[in-house]
């Protein structure tokens, strides 16, 4: 049985320690193989082990009894959490209305002697900030407690509470000294930096809601031989709809009816229209943008491209790069440290320096209030969001933040020839005839190039069905593909060959005359196929493929960044040496067979570098698994889209150059802002142990360290990918 994995929307995460919170408990049920949860997404991803036993209702139930809002996510939607910041603008500004007057007055009696607000009013002003707009904390606070575990609430809650309690306590006694102010004006400053945080956290989460915004809302749909309109959603496979000019397409399917020009930019980059016609495949939202025609639908909902395109994105977005392992060890021991620290300044005051516990306390909450662990669980899933929206938007869909990551440590870049530094768009440059009938030897190869889809054949059977017109090709009696080498028949009782010079050569076929005539057309670059009838070579078929335009200086951009670049196939390396020169390639790895390609990969990692495979066909997907990073271009085949760890949607290579400078700068990003979150804490918390920063200063600085850190990762967004 295999493991099964169910997403899960959370509520009421606030920061690091509080995602380390929902993945430990639900660690604990047996029968969880693994969890990971973003505080960014409020998305978390459960997989099961197999055979296990665990149901999504004991993941929910574990997840609320400590605290947090659970469901389970609907398979197939995609929905965004709106970013709602009203909640805590509305507790920010009652609190602000009650911390104001106490701060005049203050500010007031030290500079000017305006006389101070009567005790029991600032009393009553801050009691209204500390338990209502402060209850939020509280409730946090005790969830976490209860959960067995610290998060950032339990700070504030400390905190506040110390200058909050010590104020009652100098009031009953007399002292003049007196910290209402103070606990009001933490709660304020705290509670607006949330609400810059949410709005910042906002932003970094509009490239999938741009992707969302592309599903078209309403189908055109035949109903009993009317055209009716549904919400798309209502749409099945089968359903024959109507598109008109300027619409969006609705799901993937073939058009029945009609021609047109589709604009797939959203897919593909490419700014022209597609033109369509009967048999021609279209994908849900790309725009209609002439003619009428109808369509069958053969995918819908979490089918279409769309979503899949979505989903990818989404789930990287939930992924975690390993670097976040630095943030959650730290946020693991991180407020048990603080109170400690925070527990041991207020002692060291009082015995050391003061015998005023008044003073004591407040440098006490000075260092309770700077620590942050917010900015450290922003760190690493603000730059990945924003990083991940930014490839989707470039055509670049990477399956997991791991894969983010490790893209932009490669050194060693292996391309596949066909269909990848090539355009896979193969014709025949050239036949000779050594002996037989021509027309005899064409309709041969011909019949028997029509049994095989592959690329070299294909392109062959279509030339040759151009050449014997309407004359009907003999019947192939047995056919044998005999792969890295070529095709084995039987047509009219004569064995039939076809296949490159190696395999001739090993057969004993190929004379000097004909091994000429190969190498000639090998060292300008064509692939060749010879045609044996019962033993003798009667013709030599040439086939050519174009180097993509953009291939030399895609090379050449990878080359100057410290990428080795290799040339991988089966072509013999007469041929590969002509095409890598063209392309501008040095490393070439040529007769391989389909079946060795995954073996060369692997001597490439075994010689220490970080290998990236690029490739598009069936072939190629034990090679794209077996790379640190397998990409596949975008028109590739299923299997090989599949087994990549990242998609190049549009048919560009310089989308490959695009996803290792989005990968490296990423990580610099991450590294930012770890490096801002824990220098922060670093250097904050040992000023405010030695009264350097008073409680509202700290608070203040605590409160705008996460905005500091996700305003940096959205610099991401106007980063150029070359």
């Known amino acids: 049985m295999s493991s099964r994995t169910n997403e899960f929307d959370i509520t009421g995460m606030h920061c690091a320690a509080c995602v380390a919170r929902v993945e430990k408990v639900v660690n604990r049920l047996e029968g969880v193989a693994d969890v990971k949860v973003n505080l ?7 997989t099961y082990a197999p055979n296990s036993t665990v149901t999504p209702d004991d993941v929910v139930q574990a997840i609320t009894n400590i605290g947090f809002g659970a469901s389970l996510a609907k398979e197939g939607s995609h929905t965004l959490e709106k970013v709602n910041y009203k909640p805590q603008l509305y507790r ?6 009650m911390a104001v007057p106490m701060m005049v007055s203050m500010t007031g009696h030290h500079l000017f002697g305006w006389p101070m607000l009567p005790a029991w009013v600032e ?16 409730k946090g606070a005790w969830g976490a407690i209860k959960g067995g575990s610290l998060t950032m609430d339990v700070l504030v809650a400390l905190g506040t509470t110390v200058a909050y309690v010590f104020s009652i306590y100098n009031m009953m006694i007399g002292n003049h ?3 209402f102010e103070t606990s009001a004006w933490l709660i304020t400053f705290i509670l607006l930096g949330k609400v810059l945080e949410e709005v910042a956290k906002g932003r970094t989460s509009e490239a999938l809601e ?7 809302n309403t189908a055109h749909v035949q109903r009993d031989g009317q055209w009716v309109d549904i919400p798309t959603t209502e749409v099945v496979v089968g359903d024959v709809l109507q598109v008109r000019a300027g619409e969006k397409i609705p799901v993937d399917g073939e058009v029945l009816e009609g021609q047109s020009a ?8 490419e700014s022209l229209p597609v033109e369509k016609a009967q048999g021609s495949k279209v994908i849900g939202a790309t725009v209609n943008e002439t003619g009428v025609f109808t369509m069958r639908a053969e995918k819908i909902g979490s089918d279409t491209m769309l979503s899949q395109i979505i989903k990818v994105v989404e789930q990287a977005q939930t992924s975690k ?3 976040q392992r630095v943030a959650d060890v730290v946020a693991a021991y991180f407020v048990p440290i603080v109170i400690g620290l925070a527990i041991l300044t207020a002692i060291v005051w009082y015995l050391g320096f003061t015998n005023d516990w008044g003073v004591a306390l407040i440098h006490g909450t000075a260092v309770l209030v700077i620590a942050c662990p917010c900015a450290l669980g922003l760190a690493t899933p603000t730059s990945i969001m924003v990083g991940s929206g930014l490839g989707a938007e470039h055509g670049i869909l990477i399956k997991s933040a791991e894969f983010l990551e490790r893209a932009g440590q490669l050194n060693a870049i292996v391309l596949d020839k066909t269909g990848t530094i090539t355009k896979g768009t193969l014709v025949v440059s050239k036949i000779q005839h050594f002996t037989g009938l021509a027309a005899e030897n064409v309709s041969i190869m011909t019949a028997v190039e029509s049994c095989t889809t592959h690329p070299i054949a294909k392109a062959m059977a279509a030339y040759g069905m151009d050449q014997v017109e309407q004359a009907p090709l003999p019947v192939v009696d047995s056919f044998k593909d005999v792969p890295g080498h070529g095709l084995e028949a039987v047509v009219d009782g004569k064995d039939i060959k076809i296949g490159h010079s190696r395999w001739m050569k090993e057969l004993g076929y190929l004379s000097d005359e004909v091994e000429q005539a190969v190498l000639s057309e090998e060292e300008r670059g064509a692939s060749v196929s010879l045609l044996a009838v019962d033993g003798i070579i009667r013709s030599l078929w040439a086939v050519e493929d174009e180097i993509r335009p953009e291939v030399p200086e895609v090379i050449k951009t990878l080359q100057a960044r410290g990428i080795e670049v290799w040339m991988l196939t089966g072509d013999n390396r007469r041929t590969a040496n002509y095409m890598a020169k063209q392309a501008g390639i040095s490393h070439v790895m040529a007769e391989v067979l389909p079946q060795d390609k995954a073996g060369k990969i692997e001597e490439l990692k075994k010689q220490g570098y970080v290998v990236g495979m690029v490739g598009d066909g069936i072939n190629d997907a034990p090679a794209l698994t077996l790379a640190d990073i397998g990409f596949a271009i975008g028109n590739g085949t299923d299997i090989a889209v599949e087994s990549a760890d990242i998609v190049l949607v549009r048919n560009d290579l310089h989308t490959l150059v ?3 400078t989005l990968s490296r700068k990423t990580m610099t990003n991450i590294r930012q802002n770890l490096f801002w979150a824990l220098i922060f804490n670093s250097i904050g918390i040992p000023l405010a142990a030695v009264g350097l920063l008073s409680p509202m200063i700290a608070g203040t600085a605590m409160a705008f360290s996460s905005v500091a850190v996700v305003s940096n990762s959205l610099r991401l967004k106007r980063a150029k990918l070359g």
Do not use: H
């Open 40 to 46: 960014l997404t409020r998305k978390g991803s459960v």
């Open 92 to 97: 920010m500004i009652i609190a602000a209305v």
């Open 123 to 138: 009393l009553v002003l801050a009691t209204i900030a500390q338990f209502g707009p402060g209850l939020v904390f509280y």
């Open 177 to 179: 000294e007196l910290y």
């Open 210 to 216: 741009k992707l969302m915004g592309l599903q078209a």
């Open 262 to 269: 589709v604009n797939e930019a959203m897919l593909t980059g």
């Open 321 to 323: 790069a390993s670097i």
């Open 658 to 660: 695009q996803a290792v």
